[in-house]
């Protein structure tokens, strides 16, 4: 009864009119963004997060959440009408989507799509309410030895499970973890990593790696591989009022509630977040569908259940993120980061020192899902014509932001090289396949784990035993290795999935020849 006494007065402050505007400008930034291929909502939270200095934290979070849900859902458009994902985890949604499109059902395709975010986020969003307050008070009884081993989950299993490779991905993490070693030892006061450079004593500011590696970085790689001509997108033959008729609904529902049942656990766990929760969903609507001959042709199960397993894997990665302070993807970590710069730590207190900025985020998440849904049903053929942006010109205005946010952190113009330095390493990491997620993981998630480990071991006088004594501890890493050999087995199956459909593709093309 408190957590709903609670939730009305996150309500409260979430209708005020000044957030309500934040909300719709994140939802509206984040879908736009969420559009455009190559740009996601990582990229968008790292651009912006400079330029939110000046808000009050819950107006900055909420805006931050509307890009986070905006984005997930944009990049449904970008794969249904140009068949290129604005996100890894709208790949699966390009599949069937596109087929709809070119057989002139783009309308229904993103309808469904749209009506399956909904639907998902929203029961995603109570489950997180749920789930989230009694996670938190069970959080506050573990010990510095429970949090190390939360800590090494989390390392470990985003490490592995994120990328083609487990080992380009550990190397990754690697890479962060010196990152968010590098400045002044606090127990010491030795300066550490820092080659002897005065500006690097207080450490790399996680907001320069945020921006040079989803912003910098991505920005060179696109141009590296831009391609030349005009966009060919899809045109819609359908009016959205139109675009649902009693057949697509009836097809439609089961696959958004198994879509969201589906999403949401896999979502709290770091599991492969949003990409293996769309690839599974995908594979049980194809084996539960009695149109089974429509896959490939275009089924619309093939869009509703993944679409809705997107969105609520998005909502499910919020729970150990508010509730332990552990990121699993990268666009949470970034949130993470936004937290820590106004001062604020997410993690089982957090419902106990910020509970009317938490409650205030959660209600956003409702209201932001209602503005969502607003937007992208009318407003469709506007998205469209988005996808027709220069993308010289694009590019170019992510790079001016890009550097101005940076120089605005300190006003220094050291941080400004920084940044490229930082952008350059993220378009060698991309260009060579390494997953950029886990280093921004290892950078925040580093120097938290150091304190942890040193907390426990003082309590201990030294013992490492004592680090898997703890039943928690013990629990948590029996929970990694199944959650390794698990994630990996799907991780497999995905690409052998995924190896399947594209031979079947070129067949089809062949035929049609």
Not at 395 to 414: H, R, S
């Amino acid at each position: 009864m408190d957590n709903l006494n609670l939730l009305l007065e996150g309500f409260a402050t979430a209708l005020q009119w000044q957030y309500l505007l934040f909300a719709f400008i994140g939802v509206l930034i984040g879908t736009a963004v969420g559009v455009l291929p190559g740009i996601g909502p990582a990229m968008t939270v790292a651009l912006l997060l400079p330029l939110t200095y000046s808000l009050d934290p819950t107006a900055a979070l909420i805006t931050f959440a509307g890009i986070y849900y905006g984005g997930m859902y944009g990049g449904s458009t970008t794969s249904i009408l140009l068949n290129t994902p604005g996100e890894s985890a709208s790949i699966i949604t390009a599949i069937e989507g596109n087929k709809m499109a070119k057989a002139g059902r783009a309308a229904t395709a993103l309808a469904t799509a749209a009506i399956g975010s909904f639907v998902a986020g929203t029961i995603a969003t109570v489950g997180l309410t749920l789930l989230a307050p009694v996670l938190a008070s069970f959080a506050v009884t573990l010990g510095p030895a429970d949090y190390v081993a939360l800590i090494v989950v989390a390392f470990v299993t985003v490490g592995a499970l994120l990328g083609s490779s487990v080992s380009r991905g550990l190397a990754s993490l690697g890479l962060g973890l010196f990152l968010g070693l590098i400045g002044t030892d606090l127990l010491s006061g030795q300066a550490r990593y820092t080659f002897g450079l005065l500006p690097l004593a207080d450490g790399v500011d996680v907001v320069l790696v945020a921006v040079g590696l989803f912003a910098v970085g991505e920005t060179l790689y696109i141009a590296a591989r831009l391609r030349h001509g005009p966009v060919d997108v899809i045109p819609m033959a359908q009016s959205w009022r139109h675009s649902m008729g009693r057949k697509d609904w009836k097809r439609s529902w089961a696959p958004w509630l198994r879509g969201t049942a589906i999403g949401f656990p896999i979502g709290t766990i770091p599991a492969g977040g949003a990409d293996v929760a769309t690839f599974l969903s995908y594979a049980a609507e194809r084996k539960l569908s009695r149109h089974k001959k429509e896959f490939g042709q275009g089924a619309i199960e093939g869009v509703a259940g993944p679409e809705s397993a997107n969105n609520a894997a998005a909502a499910g990665v919020l729970v150990p993120l508010l509730t332990l302070g552990l990121p699993t993807t990268a666009t949470a970590a970034i949130i993470l980061s936004a937290f820590q710069s106004y001062g604020i730590q997410p993690g089982p207190r957090l419902f106990q020192s910020q509970p009317e900025l938490v409650w205030a985020l959660i209600a956003s998440l409702y209201i932001g899902n209602v503005i969502l849904i607003i937007l992208n049903l009318p407003l469709v053929g506007m998205w469209a014509r988005v996808l027709r942006i220069p993308r010289p010109y694009l590019y170019a205005g992510i790079m001016t932001f890009a550097v101005l946010g940076a120089f605005a952190v300190n006003f220094q113009p050291v941080d400004v090289l920084i940044l490229l330095v930082i952008g350059v390493l993220g378009f060698f990491m991309r260009r060579y396949g390494y997953p950029v997620a886990p280093l921004v993981v290892g950078m925040i998630l580093g120097p938290m784990g150091e304190e942890q480990l040193r907390k426990a071991l003082q309590l201990s006088e030294g013992s490492l035993v004592s680090l898997v004594m703890h039943p928690f501890a013990a629990t948590a890493y029996a929970v990694l290795v199944v959650l390794i050999v698990g994630g990996l087995w799907l991780k497999r199956r995905q690409r052998r999935y995924e190896d399947a459909l594209d031979i079947s593709e070129i067949e089809a093309e062949r035929v049609d020849a």
